[in-house]
C-alpha cells in the first residue's frame, strides 16, 4: 500500500494515548496508520456496546466520515508512539486515482456493511427476512398484475422465466404473459375495471355480471368465457375439463366487494338460523352427508329476505362445500366454494373457500392452480393461520414436484 | 457529476422510456447504472403495496450492490421520464475502474454516505418512543443540511408522510404527534414544510432517550 503515497501528504507523529478525533468530529482528513498502533472505539447502535477495533499499519481510517462529510462515529486514540500519514480528500481522491485495487477493497468492505445495516433495519422494521427470491418475483409479477400495470407484470413474468423455467410458477407466469399479450384480461389499457381486483382475470367481466343476476346459485356451471380470451391450454384429466371452463371463467374473481347481497332478496324460508345450527352441529360431528342435506336445503331456498339470514345463506354454502369435499366430490364442492369466491367475496368465509379451491386443485393433481390459489389466500387479509397453512401448502407442492 | 467519455454511451448506454422497468426487486443482478439523463423511482413492494424508496437523478449511481455480491435486487426500479444510462456488467468492472478511477472514487462517496444514511435511520427507529422518534426525523432532516445554523428556527421541507416513513410508523400517528409539538409551540406545520423553533430541545430530549436505552 506504500506506493502511491507521495506528495503533498504529511506524516504526523503523536504519543501514546493522544486522541487523533473524537466520536463527533466533523473533519475531512482520512488517515493511514504507518507506524504504531490505533484504537478505534465506537458504540454499536442497534445493542449499545462498545466495540474496539484495532487499525492495521497501511490501513486506512476515517475514510467513510470524511468522504461522507459527516461527523466521526469513533474515537481514534494511538497506543504507543504512532506516525499516521493525513490526506486530504483531494490528496486521498488523487491516491485512490492511482490505485484501483485499493478501491475495490474497500468497495467490498462498505458494501458488505450496507447489507448488513439495510438487513438490521428490515428486522427493526419487521419486514421478513425469510423469503425464496423466485416467488418473491413472481409474486412482483402478481402484483403489477393484478394493478393491472401490464408492462411491468410482463417484465417480472418473463425475468421469471428467464431465471426459474421449468417450475410450477413459470407456467402460470407463461400464462399471464399470454393474457396480457392477448389484449390483457381487463379493458385494454389496464386499470379499466375497479372491480378485477385480485390475481388471474382471464375472461371478460361481463360473464361475471351476467352470472351474478342469476337467481339460484345451487350447482351452477359457469358460462363459458369468450373463446378469444382463453389462454388456458386444456388438460387431461379426470374432470379437469369442467375444472378449467370454471376457473378460466373464474380467473376474473375476487373483489366486487361493492356487490350489494341484500339487494337479492328473493323468497325467505323461515326459521332459517335454526336449521343452519342443525346442519353445524351435524358438520361438526363430521356427519358430513347429513350436514349436507340442511344445507343444501337453504340454498334450495334461494336467497333469504330477511337481512340478517345473508349470513347463514353464504355459510350455507361454504359448509356444503366443505361437506362436499370431505365426500371428495369436487366438482359439486368447487361450484359452491365459485359462488363464494366470486360473488361473496365479503364473506369472512371468503378466505376459506379460496383456500378449499386450492385443496380441491391439488386433489386433482393440478398443481400449478393448487399452487395461484394458495398463493392468493396469502394475499387475503387478515394474516391468519390459513397463511401459514397455505405457505406449508406451496412448499410441499415446490418440493414435490 | 461524473464526466464520461461519450464514446461510453455507445458501448453501454441504453435508454428507457416513461414508466418502464429498468430491474426488478429479486431479480438476479450482474449490473450497474450510472443515470446521464432522467430521473428514476427506486420502489419495493410492501404489503402488496407499491412504496417508494428514493427518487434518483443525472450523476447518481443505482444497482451498485451487485458489482461486488452475488445477491438478488433488493428493490425495483422505474424510469421516471425519458431515461439514459451506462449500463456496465460486473465483469467489466476492473476494466472500467482503470479506464475511470473517478467512477472508483465516486462510488466510494455514494457508499459512504448511504452507509451513514441508513446507521442514522436506523438509530431512529430503535428509538421506542413515537414523540421521540419523531424529534429524531426532524434532526435528521436538520443535520442533511449542513449549513443549518442550530441555534436559530429552521425550516425542514418535509411532511408529516415523510417523517412517518423516517420513523417507520403510519402516517396517521406520525400526524399525531407532530399536532402535539405544534400544539406546544415547539414546532409550526405547512403542508410542505415543517419549522422547528428550537432544535437544540429535541437533541437534548433524543440524546437523553438514546443513553437509557442501553442502561
Known sequence: MTNGIQGGIRPRSYKAGSIIYFEGDKSEYVYILKTGRVLLTYIKIDTGEEVKEEVRQGEFFGVKSALGKYPREETAQTIGETVVLVLSLGDFERMILRNVNVVRKMLRVFSNQLRRIG?????????????????????????YFKAGDFNKATYAFKKYLEYYPGTEYARIAMERIKTISSGGPAPSGGGGSDDLGDFSMESDSDDMFTFDEAPAPKAQTAPKPAASNKSEPAIASEFSSEMDDFLSDDNSIDDFGDFDLDSEASSAPSGLKGRFDEGESLFKRQNFPGALEIFQGILDGGEPAKEGDGK?????????????????????????????????????????????????FEAAGQKDKAITYYNKVLNITPNDSLNGMAMDKIKALQRGR | ????????????????????????????????????????????????????????????????????????????????????????????????????????????????????????????????????KVMDVLIMLAEQNQQYDFEGELTLNTTARQVASWAGMAESEAQKELTHLARVDKIDLFEDRIVVKNIRDFQRVVTSRRKNLYS
Open chain 1, 119 to 143: 438487513k438490521t433495519v428490515r428486522t427493526v422494521l419487521g419486514e421478513s427476512e425469510n423469503v425464496n427470491p423466485d416467488l418473491e418475483l413472481f409474486r412482483i409479477g402478481e402484483h
Open chain 1, 312 to 360: 347463514y345463506f353464504v355459510d350455507s354454502h361454504y359448509y356444503a362445500g366443505v361437506c362436499y369435499y370431505e365426500m371428495k366430490k369436487f366438482k359439486e364442492s368447487m361450484n359452491l366454494f365459485a359462488e363464494i369466491i366470486k360473488n361473496r367475496s365479503d364473506s369472512e368465509k371468503y378466505k376459506g373457500a379460496v383456500f378449499y379451491a386450492g385443496q380441491i
Open chain 2, 1 to 132: 457529476m461524473l464526466e464520461l467519455d461519450e464514446k461510453f454511451f455507445g458501448r453501454f448506454g441504453v435508454e428507457y422510456s416513461p414508466n418502464q422497468i429498468i430491474f426488478c426487486e429479486y431479480e438476479p443482478g450482474y449490473e450497474f447504472y450510472f443515470i446521464q439523463k432522467g430521473k428514476v423511482r427506486i420502489v419495493k413492494i410492501i404489503n402488496d403495496r407499491e412504496k417508494i424508496i428514493d427518487v434518483l437523478g443525472p450523476g447518481d449511481v443505482f444497482g451498485e450492490m451487485a458489482i461486488l455480491e452475488e445477491q438478488p435486487r433488493s428493490a425495483t426500479v422505474i424510469a421516471i421520464d425519458n431515461v439514459r444510462v451506462l449500463k456496465f456488467h460486473r465483469d467489466n468492472f476492473d476494466a472500467l475502474l482503470a479506464g475511470n478511477p473517478q467512477l472508483a472514487y465516486k462510488l466510494l462517496l455514494i457508499f459512504s454516505k448511504r452507509i451513514y444514511d441508513q446507521k442514522r435511520r436506523l438509530m431512529i427507529l430503535l428509538l421506542e418512543e413515537p414523540s421521540v
